[in-house]
C-alpha cells in the first residue's frame, strides 16, 4: 500500500492521507473507501506516480488509456471531474495550459516499505 500526504494549499491548512493498494485496485481517503471505476484508478495511479508535478492532458492519456495521438479529447478533464467529485476537489490542481497535478507528497511507511 502506498500512502500519500495530501494538500491544497498551506493557507487552508486542509490535508488529507490517501492510501492507494494498485494489487486491489482499492484506494482510501482518511481511511474511507473510495470507490472507483478501472479507468479513474488508473487515471490516479498515474497521477500518484508523479505527484506534486504538472502532467500534460497528453501523457495522462498516454498513461491511463495508451492513447498515443489524443487529438483535442477532453477525456482526461471528465475524469479528473470525477476524481475531484470523489475524493476531494482541494486533492487535485488545473494548471491552465499545462495539465493536472495531485497535490500530494510521500509519506514514509513503517519498514520502509
Keep these: 500500500?502506498?500512502?500519500?500526504?495530501?494538500?491544497?494549499k498551506p493557507e487552508t491548512g486542509r490535508r488529507a492521507v490517501i492510501a492507494l493498494s494498485e494489487a486491489e485496485?482499492?484506494?482510501?481517503v482518511d481511511g474511507s473507501p473510495c470507490r472507483l471505476t478501472?479507468?479513474?484508478?488508473r487515471l490516479l495511479m498515474a497521477l500518484a506516480n508523479d505527484a506534486g508535478h504538472v502532467l500534460s492532458?497528453?501523457?495522462?492519456?498516454?498513461?491511463?488509456w495508451d492513447y498515443l495521438s489524443p487529438g483535442k479529447s477532453r477525456t482526461v478533464d471528465v475524469h479528473?471531474?470525477?476524481?475531484?467529485?470523489?475524493m476531494g476537489d482541494f486533492l487535485f490542481e488545473t494548471v491552465h495550459g499545462?495539465?493536472?497535478k495531485l497535490c500530494?507528497?510521500?509519506l514514509s511507511?513503517?519498514?520502509?516499505?
Design 1 to 8: 500500500m502506498t500512502k500519500l500526504l495530501t494538500e491544497s
Design 25 to 28: 485496485r482499492k484506494v482510501y
Design 38 to 41: 478501472a479507468q479513474e484508478f
Design 57 to 64: 492532458r497528453d501523457w495522462l492519456l498516454y498513461a491511463a
Design 80 to 86: 479528473v471531474q470525477r476524481l475531484r467529485r470523489k
Design 98 to 100: 499545462k495539465g493536472y
Design 104 to 106: 500530494a507528497i510521500p
Design 109 to 113: 511507511l513503517p519498514g520502509g516499505m
